[in-house]
């Protein structure tokens, strides 16, 4: 006869199992895991520092972030602001700025 008792903790164990596998996979940061600087990246998937630049202390309590895309890092560096940086990822040339 079959006992449901122990079915619950097994499956308990398969559904966090794969739950951790899909965060991983998604390259989202979990307890535990740490960003690394992108020269470091040796997989395609996971948590990479693109850039570390200053943009100043913000004095709002509510503040947005802009996402451009330009077609050279020279474009992206010539609009680039005090509060901005710009990145290469995905086969584009990012502006990011708050």
Known sequence: MFRYGRLLPILAFLLLTFRCELTLAQGVAIPGGVCKPVSQRTLDVGCWIMADDQVGQLTKSE????????????????????????????????????
């Open 63 to 98: 503040v947005f972030w802009h996402l451009d895309s330009y077609s050279t890092r020279d474009a992206a560096q010539a609009d680039k602001g005090p509060r901005s940086t710009v990145i290469e990822a995905l086969g584009k040339v990012w502006l990011m700025t708050i």
